[in-house]
């Protein structure tokens, strides 16, 4: 079993819809949960951070841990197709060393 | 525009060639990161430094040598690379070794010929 899952799409939603994007891992351990956006041929970039259960929201984006069942997930509201990209979740281990641990990553395409 | 900068953005080099990868953050960061990414595969971890000191080496082939001269630098030097070895090569810092989010370069596009 892979440490952190994401389902590759691509995922394909209309735009103005919500995407929901959606990942799991399997150390119960982890700490910390971000989420990336990387366009093609680009670098990671942060979209969100999330260390505790629950919701948390910034603009369009809302991110969503659920640490008993062990997911996390990203939903983009009113998705433009700028947000096409994909969408990298990475979890932290607990632990003194500071392993980060990238998911495969799932493809956004916003179709107009 | 990011806070990290990698230097340079693309790099052909033949596979008996001496390179070096620069990559420098001015936000203070304390830990910095190495990382390997091949096309529609996640980045792949290769050095953390914390504190100017290598931490993590994820088992590394001895052709990559990272150095980190200073809190604001950190360099991947490259020989006798081969062709598998073309990727995308990321820098990362963040505050610190913690539970804290990665800040991105732009990367190094990197062909050995």
């Known amino acids: 079993q892979k440490e952190v899952e994401q389902n590759s799409g691509p995922l394909s939603v209309p735009e103005g819809a919500i995407a929901s994007l959606n990942c799991t891992y399997s150390d119960r351990g982890s700490q910390s949960f971000f989420w990336y956006r990387q366009y093609s041929g680009k670098s990671p970039e942060l979209i969100m951070s999330?260390?505790?259960?629950g919701d948390k929201e910034d603009g369009r984006f809302t991110a969503q841990l659920n640490k008993a069942s062990q997911y996390v997930s990203l939903l983009i509201r009113d998705s433009q197709p700028s947000d096409s990209a994909t969408y990298l979740c990475a979890v932290n281990k607990e632990g003194g060393s500071y392993i980060p641990t990238f998911g495969r990553g799932t493809s956004l395409i916003v179709h107009p | 525009d990011t806070e990290v900068t990698q230097t340079p953005k693309h790099l052909v080099m033949g596979m008996t060639n001496k390179k070096s990868l620069k990559c420098e953050q001015h936000?203070?960061?304390?830990?910095m990161y190495w990382y390997k990414q091949k096309a529609k595969k996640p980045p792949e971890l290769m050095f953390v430094y914390s504190y100017e000191k290598l931490s993590i080496n994820e088992s590394v082939p001895s052709r990559f040598s990272p150095e980190c001269p200073n809190s604001s630098l950190l360099n991947l030097h490259l020989h006798a690379l081969q062709p598998e070895d073309s990727a995308l090569y990321l820098c990362a810092s963040s505050p610190g070794p913690g539970n804290q989010p990665q800040h991105f370069g732009d990367g190094t596009r990197l062909s050995i010929l």
């Open positions: 936000m203070g960061h304390r830990a």
């Open positions: 999330i260390y505790s259960n």
